[in-house]
Structures are given as C-alpha cells and as structure tokens.
C-alpha cells in the first residue's frame, strides 16, 4: 500500500472515529440517550461505543468507551448530571466514581472489539449480521454487568441511603434493574446496532480492513 494510500486510510478511520465521539457527546452531556419501552426507560449510550468496536476494531470501541466515561466522570463532577448515585458517591470519595463511571465504559468497548472480531473470523461473510446483532446484545450487557456490579461492590451502602432501603436489600435493587433495564437495552442494541452495522457494512471501505 503507498504512502497516499495509508495515509488516506488513518485519515477516514480517524474521521469515523470523531463522527462516533460526537454522538457519544451529544448523547451524553445532553442527556438524550434514554427510550421509554413498555413501563421501564432504556438507555442507549452504548450503542455508539458498539457500534465503533464492531465496524473499527478494538481500539475504537475503547476509544469510544474511555471517551463515554470520562464525560460521564466530568458532567458528574461539574453537577451536571442528575444521577443523584453520582453525586452522593463524588461527595463522599470522587476517586471511587472515577473508577465506577470509566473502567465499565471501557471494558464494554474494548470486550466489544474483541467479541466483534472473533465473530467476524467465525461467521461466513453473508451472515454478519449475527455477529452485530450478538455484539450488540452482549457489549450492552457487558456494560450492565460490570457497571451495576461496581455499584454493589463499592457503594452499596450509598446506594441504600439513596433509596431509604436497608443495606440486605440492595442485591435485589441491582438485580431487578439488571433483568428489566439491562434486559431491554439489551434488546435495543441488538436491533440498532444490527440495522446501522449492516447498512455501513455495505459502503465500501467503512469496515476497518
């Protein structure tokens, strides 16, 4: 490949990159990511981060997902948030809700990658909108998993105070939203990400070679 050509290349996969930070952005800092479904609210702030991880590789999608947890760290820090978990937790250790709102960002973008390309090498090429669609399942529920868990191990304290519930019964909160939320966001980043992975599948040269 020539000079022109790579250099063309970084180019575009730097630009991609940028497109899917602004979403993650404007999702983010304008609180616009959440989809009433049924009685419960789904959030799909991850379905960018899922989305880069799948098209761009690994070091995208935990591009995309430091970048998601730092704001969530920044707009949590300024006030600009109405996570009140957030809030009670900065005001009583800031450096613990650093590591609860980036290291789960992080992970689901960087597990996401990796998921997305060990699929790719499995599945035929005219079925990987399986392999979308399961990412997308499993990099949403990965961000479940690993952000509700940080909850419950560090802060389920915090959590009971919040919710004027005795300490015992935090387990059952954390698990209740992981099958409703998590379930549904789930099912969200399923469709989204399959219907968008698909169809930017079919512009040429929008995967990462």
Not at 40 to 61: D, E, F, K, N, R
Not at 82 to 87: M, N
Not at 158 to 186: F, K, P, Q, R
Request: glycine residues 10%; positive net charge.
């Amino acid at each position: 490949m020539s000079t022109v050509s790579t250099s063309r290349s970084r180019i575009a996969y730097l630009t991609r990159i940028a497109v899917l930070l602004a979403i993650v952005f404007v999702l983010t800092v304008f609180n616009i990511g959440n989809i009433p479904v049924g009685p419960i609210v789904a959030t799909i702030y991850q379905v960018p981060v899922i989305i880069g991880a799948v098209m761009l590789g690994t070091l995208a999608g935990t591009i995309l997902g430091g970048v998601w947890g730092l704001l969530c760290f920044y707009l949590a820090v300024t006030g600009q948030t109405t996570d009140v978990v957030a809030l009670a937790t900065i005001q009583q250790n800031v450096f613990l809700y650093f590591v609860i709102a980036f290291v789960p960002r992080l992970l689901t973008g960087f597990l996401s990658g990796l998921l997305a390309q060990g699929l790719k090498k499995s599945l035929p090429a005219k079925f990987d909108f399986i392999g979308f669609g399961i990412t997308g399942a499993v990099g949403s529920l990965c961000n479940t998993f690993f952000y509700l868990g940080s909850l419950y191990v560090f802060i389920k304290n915090i959590l009971a105070e919040v919710y004027n519930i005795d300490i015992s019964a935090v387990s059952g909160l954390v698990i209740g939203v992981a099958t409703t939320n998590g379930l549904a966001e789930a099912l969200l980043s399923l469709v989204i990400v399959t219907a968008v992975c698909k169809a930017l599948s079919h512009l040429e040269n929008f995967r990462k070679s």
